[in-house]
């Protein structure tokens, strides 16, 4: 299975089609099929027809590109038909966020599963080796995903990029954060997110290293007019956050957890927030909700303002710290050239690469703002050996390098060369996604 339009000998045929959300195109069925395989590999409930016109509307607008693995030749009386892909794969291309403002295209790889009577027969291997090649084929130096369980995607050189964590945060008398108010928050009608969400996500993806550009379902679900089940969630409020002139820069939608609920809580949809005071305003006025004693947010960073910005930092309780985005850097001195290293120096990177994509040995040498890439560097002895895998980890400077030599998974040949590594990836802020796929 190399390549997803050949067919994979006797057992299997791989499609890749575009989504595409006219039910009087032709296509429109194949592509409902392969959304209904994608929720049973996700054990989620059989969907209707209303959830998957609009899904495939948000899938359509950000250009998604479906993989299914369908069975060759005949299946049982009364199974699933031929028509259901026993696999499913799907891609899409948007900017990351690699610090310092700087953009990188990136393949996002989402909906990957294969049903559990086709498990373990190299069929994940066969999808994403085939995506992953043809990605770099096509110029692109970074793929990224999600991961549902940690042990996957390490072996296709993925490594763990940023974390996130769930917090509840206490808003009874205790809660008080430091300083003033910097702006102003109104509520307002969740439907205006359909057209502010997108405006003010914009201005975090220029300024948030780690930030993936938002996929079309976003702002659906912070304004409410898709649910998990597809129906509108009429259940979601939101405030918006404006700048002392006026200008709206941040926003938060929310819904209530029930008056059978306690503690009384408002859970977090979506906050967005351009500026740190937009941030801390938007928390201000979560806090302040009469007959609530807890917000929670599931997405929320481990490195967070919030904290500092409580007079009481027990405030938050958080519990779970999770990995988030996972990269696969497809092309090593394209990847390092992209970024700006705050840090000047000279560093001999030997990088190993199990599919054979982005391995070599690369100087690389950084002005403090400035980097240059020397791609052959055979014959240097190099300062630190690492995975392909364990690269991408370090790559937003959120995972220190100095930590991943002290857990063997970098080989530091020369003292100090790890530390300098660090100093030379940090970025400007905590590198944080705010956008899962
Ligand atoms: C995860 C999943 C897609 C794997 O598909 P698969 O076709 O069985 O995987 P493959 O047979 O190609 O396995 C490739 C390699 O990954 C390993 N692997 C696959 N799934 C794994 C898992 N869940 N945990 C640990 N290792 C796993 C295999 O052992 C194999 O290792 P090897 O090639 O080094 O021997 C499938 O189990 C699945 O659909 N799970 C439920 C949905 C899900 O979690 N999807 C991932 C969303 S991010």
């Given at each position: 299975m190399a390549d997803p339009n050949e067919t994979n000998l006797e057992k299997y045929s791989v499609r890749r089609f575009p989504a595409v959300a006219d039910p009087g195109d032709a296509d429109y069925s194949r592509c409902t099929t392969w959304v209904q395989a994608v929720s049973h590999g996700f054990h989620?409930?059989?969907?209707?027809?209303?959830?998957?016109?609009?899904?495939?509307?948000?899938?359509?607008?950000?250009?998604?590109?479906?993989?299914?693995?369908?069975?060759?030749?005949?299946?049982?009386?009364?199974?699933?038909?031929?028509?259901?892909p026993v696999a499913t794969y799907a891609t899409m291309r948007?900017?990351?966020?690699?610090?310092?403002?700087?953009?990188l295209e990136a393949n996002l790889v989402t909906a990957v599963t294969v049903r559990g009577t086709h498990r373990r027969n190299g069929i994940l291997r066969g999808m994403i080796t085939a995506d992953l090649e043809a990605a770099k084929d096509d110029g692109l130096a970074m793929a990224a995903l999600t991961a549902s369980e940690g042990t996957i995607y390490g072996r296709f050189?993925?490594?763990?990029?940023?974390?996130?964590?769930?917090?509840?945060?206490?808003?009874?008398?205790?809660?008080?954060?430091?300083?003033?108010?910097?702006?102003?928050?109104?509520?307002?009608?969740?439907?205006?997110?359909?057209?502010?969400?997108?405006?003010?996500?914009?201005?975090?993806?220029?300024?948030?290293?780690?930030?993936?550009?938002?996929?079309?379902?976003?702002?659906?679900?912070?304004?409410?007019?898709?649910?998990?089940?597809?129906?509108?969630?009429?259940?979601?409020?939101?405030a918006l956050h404006y700048d002392p002139s006026g200008t709206l820069d941040g926003f938060v939608s929310y819904?209530?957890?029930?008056?059978?609920?306690?503690?009384?809580?408002?859970?977090?949809?979506?906050?967005?927030?351009?500026?740190?005071?937009?941030?801390?305003?938007?928390?201000?006025?979560?806090?302040?909700?009469?007959?609530?004693?807890?917000?929670?947010?599931?997405?929320?960073?481990?490195?967070?303002?919030?904290?500092?910005?409580?007079?009481?930092?027990r405030c938050i309780d958080a519990s779970e710290i999770r990995d988030m985005l996972w990269l696969r850097i497809l092309d090593t001195p394209a990847a390092l050239q992209a970024r700006s290293f705050p840090a000047s120096g000279r560093l001999v990177l030997e990088v190993t690469d199990p599919l054979g994509l982005a391995g070599g040995t690369f100087v690389l040498t950084s002005d403090a703002g400035a980097a240059a890439v020397v791609t052959?560097?055979?014959?240097?002895?190099?300062?630190?050996?690492?995975?392909?895998?364990?690269?991408?980890?370090?790559?937003?400077?959120?995972?220190?390098?100095?930590?991943?030599?002290?857990?063997?998974?970098?080989?530091?040949?020369?003292?100090?060369?790890?530390?300098?590594?660090?100093?030379?990836?940090?970025?400007?802020?905590?590198?944080?996604?705010?956008?899962?796929?």
């Open positions: 989620q409930q059989r969907r209707d027809a209303e959830y998957l016109a609009k899904t495939l509307s948000a899938y359509q607008t950000d250009k998604r590109e479906f993989t299914g693995v369908y069975v060759n030749g005949g299946v049982p009386d009364h199974s699933l038909g031929r028509d259901v948007k900017s990351l966020n690699i610090g310092f403002g700087r953009q050189g993925f490594g763990v990029a940023t974390f996130e964590r769930s917090i509840k945060v206490d808003t009874g008398p205790r809660f008080r954060l430091k300083g003033q108010p910097d702006g102003t928050v109104e509520v307002a009608d969740p439907a205006v997110l359909l057209d502010v969400a997108p405006q003010v996500f914009e201005r975090v993806q220029r300024v948030s290293p780690g930030s993936v550009d938002r996929q079309e379902y976003y702002r659906l679900v912070a304004s409410g007019s898709i649910g998990h089940d597809g129906k509108p969630d009429t259940s979601v409020r939101c819904r209530f957890k029930g008056w059978d609920h306690k503690p009384y809580t408002m859970e977090i949809v979506d906050i967005v927030a351009a500026t740190n005071a937009a941030y801390l305003d938007l928390w201000r006025f979560l806090g302040s909700i009469d007959l609530i004693d807890e917000v929670t947010w599931a997405e929320a960073p481990v490195d967070d303002p919030l904290t500092w910005a409580l007079e009481d930092p052959d560097a055979s014959g240097e002895a190099p300062h630190l050996s690492m995975d392909i895998a364990d690269l991408a980890s370090i790559y937003l400077g959120a995972v220190s390098p100095v930590t991943l030599a002290a857990a063997a998974r970098i080989q530091e040949k020369t003292p100090g060369a790890a530390l300098q590594a660090q100093q030379i990836f940090a970025v400007e802020r905590s590198a944080h996604c705010l956008t899962h796929f």
